[in-house]
């Protein structure tokens, strides 16, 4: 009884908030404590993402140099990031989510993921500065660079400490909850696969294709030269930081189910054309001729599918999750989406390499099969078939309440 009585509290108090946001047009800039408080979230919060962004980068972009080598030292470091990168991951995701002003939640979650890219434009721009180094210092420079993201959290963090005290007797009585509270009802299990499969889709989209092995895609091409490489891998990056950007600050103006439906579409049709465009290059390469157009064309669509991808699983994604999950286990949540999202980027990152050398261009068309297409629309369906309007934030509650008693 106890637990729906407040249920029905929070349902009220959520209601005045939203009430109380609404009426406000002041903007957030114009607020010393929001001013200060989102200058602290950037380096703190957000600088997780811009650290897998620049370790992320640096597989596909130390591939692309001449004088890349795989020793043991980068392998053990990856094998400690690989640990550490999800777990800040979601702390940092949901103490935004904790701290954001009502008004600026979604956007501010929506940025979370963009700021991957100013990691990846910087490991990228690093690595193609060092390219001409002929050693192996031209790798092992950009590898030792990856601890600056770091110590610029570290440095903010205890500035940030003081912001999070108020919340602290809420962790401590959410720490009493288990893992098997998720599957306690039927509107927490509905999350449950919700996630898991939201994990799984956000990898198995191709983007780890284009994220790490971008060099082997245009050796297929005919595309060697590494300088050439390295430049459209740069720019690549610069374009999905645009993309994300603008999509992040439009996140409030459409509905979840639109943008997702939309992002799903967008990348079935560019896969499509991207397959066609690689046939036709690679066979004429290994006719011993060249189809320039075909290249360019892989190119083009290359490109097209960061805002095709940006559209739904980089900018909905933590905002999503945030409105996903109850307060007490929204932590548990996102660990969920990490662990499989981590799942699926393992098996990828060395199932591709596999594919591209054994199947060639056929290994693109994996990525838009039709019966997996179709799961995948009937995934987003579930994810956002809650009513949502443009603009605001709504929770699965709607559908079923996190905890219930029977009275």
Not at 52 to 59: A, E, K, M, N, P
Not at 242 to 256: M, N, P, S, T
């Amino acid at each position: 009884m106890g637990v729906i009585s407040r249920q029905k509290e929070t349902g009220v108090s959520d209601a005045v908030l939203t009430d109380i946001v609404e009426k406000d047009l002041v903007p957030w800039y114009k607020k010393p404590n929001l001013r200060i408080l989102y200058f602290l979230l950037f380096p703190t919060c957000m600088g997780v993402e811009l650290t897998s962004g620049f370790d992320s980068q640096l597989i596909n972009a130390l591939q692309l140099s001449d004088y890349w080598k795989a020793l043991g030292m980068y392998i053990v470091a990856r094998m400690i990031l690989g640990f550490g990168i999800p777990t800040c991951i979601v702390a940092g995701s949901s103490l935004i989510g904790e701290l954001a002003y009502p008004k600026e939640r979604p956007i501010m979650t929506s940025l979370f993921n963009v700021s991957y890219f100013c990691g990846q434009i910087t490991a990228a721009g690093i690595c193609f500065g060092t390219n001409h180094i002929q050693s192996d210092w031209g790798w092992r420079i950009p590898s030792l660079l990856q601890i600056c993201p770091s110590l610029l959290q570290i440095t903010f963090v205890f500035a940030e400490m003081a912001q999070i005290d108020a919340t602290l007797k809420i962790e401590f009585e959410s720490s009493k909850r288990s893992w098997m509270d998720l599957l306690g009802t039927a509107g927490m299990r509905r999350r449950v696969l919700i996630t898991s499969f939201l994990g799984l889709f956000t990898q198995w989209s191709g983007n780890t294709l284009i994220s790490y092995y971008l060099g082997d895609l245009l050796e297929m091409i005919g595309w060697s030269d590494s300088v050439v490489k390295q430049k459209v891998n740069l720019v690549n990056a610069c374009w999905s930081l645009v993309g994300a950007l603008l999509v992040a600050l439009l996140v409030r103006r459409f509905k979840r189910r639109t943008m997702y439906l939309v992002c799903v579409c967008a990348l079935l049709t560019v896969y499509i054309a991207w397959t066609i465009s690689m046939e036709r290059a690679v066979t004429a390469r290994d006719a011993g001729g060249e189809n320039k157009a075909a290249g360019w064309a892989v190119i083009v669509f290359i490109f097209l599918y960061s805002p095709a991808y940006n559209i739904g699983y980089n900018a909905l994604t933590y905002t999503y999750l945030i409105e996903l999950w109850p307060y007490a286990e929204r932590s548990r949540g996102i660990s969920l989406f990490q662990l499989f999202g981590r799942m699926a980027s393992f098996f990828t990152t060395f199932v591709n390499p596999i594919g591209l050398d054994g199947a060639s261009w056929k290994y693109l068309i994996i990525f838009e099969d039709k019966e997996l297409s179709d799961r995948a629309v009937i995934a987003v369906e579930k994810v956002v078939h809650h009513e949502d309007m443009p603009g605001t934030s709504t929770h699965i509650d709607d559908i079923a309440p996190a905890h219930t008693s029977k009275v």
